[in-house]
């Protein structure tokens, strides 16, 4: 079942075109990278999705049920990139007051907010004023907030951008629980070696449109093969340019050649003398492919 699917969404405010023609979609049970740069229409399509604004054009169901539908937004659990807490409560006074905001029964509320503490790793610190708290912990905090519940989808904005590398493992320990336990999650982020390792697939804005989609692997994929040589020239690799544009990195060839290419490759190599030990398609980053889609790559 599609937890979000969005077709031909627009928002304007005034001239101003904050998305022009958003179309995509989430199946349950995946973590989706929404990724784009700064007015990419990312915060717009978020605000559109938990009810906060009205698209201009275009339709979507978010859990089945229409973009605002007050039922399906009781079922989402949402961390903004801005949020503030008053400094003179506890997070368990935070989470109370969330917990009654959500609906969570009041037979509930004590369970669930010890449970929150628990994943995000706040308990020893529940009682403490939330201005004590650190960035990293308050960044915590905000995401206790958001799986209070256990809702069905999470829809998080820099949910790590605050944390050191201890905080972003245990974000992402805590994303992948969440995932097999039944939620889907979106995932808005800059940092593109977290989207990397915890995505199921990733969707790339720009300028109010999609402009890529798929797994990471397949985002990254080159149009080339990294070979493992041995025993091979120097004349020999200059000559494999004829099959692509070549590199040399201590035993390892990278040519950018066609995959139906790679076997003539190989073959040349051994004939030249050459001993191949292993073949693997060429692959980049996804900071790489992003920077190549939005315009901003190494070459610009």
Not at 34 to 59: C, D, E, I, Q, Y
Not at 75 to 80: A, E
Not at 198 to 208: A, E, K, N, Q, T
Request: glycine share 12%.
């Amino acid at each position: 079942m599609t937890a979000i699917d969005v077709r031909g969404l627009a928002k304007r405010y005034g001239r101003t075109e904050a998305l022009v023609d958003l179309s995509f979609s989430v199946e349950e049970g995946e973590i989706l990278g929404f990724l784009g740069p700064n007015g990419a229409g990312k915060t717009t399509a978020v605000k559109l999705l938990v009810g906060l604004t009205r698209p201009t054009a275009g339709s979507g169901t978010i859990l089945g049920s229409p973009l605002g539908d007050r039922a399906a937004r009781r079922r989402i659990g949402y961390l903004p990139e801005l949020f503030r807490y008053q400094a003179w409560l506890t997070p368990a006074e935070v989470l109370a007051l969330h917990a009654r905001l959500g609906g969570v029964t009041p037979s509930d509320r004590a369970r669930a907010i010890g449970e929150v503490l628990e994943v995000v790793g706040l308990s020893a610190r529940a009682g403490d004023r939330v201005g004590t708290l650190s960035k990293g912990l308050q960044q915590r905090l905000g995401l206790a907030v958001a799986l209070l519940g256990r809702p069905d989808l999470l829809i998080l904005d820099e949910p790590t951008s605050a944390l050191d590398p201890v905080g972003r493992s245990d974000v992402r320990e805590i994303l992948i629980a969440a995932r097999d336990a039944g939620a889907t999650i979106l995932l808005d982020s800059h940092l593109l070696s977290e989207v990397e390792r915890v995505c199921d697939r990733v969707v790339i804005l720009d300028r109010g449109r999609v402009v890529a989609a798929g797994t990471p692997d397949e985002l990254v994929r080159g149009g080339g093969v990294r070979v493992r040589v041995t025993g091979l020239a120097a004349e020999a690799i200059a000559a494999l340019d004829r099959f692509g544009p070549v590199q040399a990195e201590g035993e390892w060839l990278s040519i950018e050649v066609a995959p139906d290419a790679v076997p003539d490759v190989v073959a040349s190599i051994v004939a030249a003398g050459g001993r191949v030990h292993e073949v693997e398609p060429a692959r980049g980053t996804l900071e790489e492919r992003f920077l190549s889609l939005v315009g901003h790559g190494p070459a610009s």
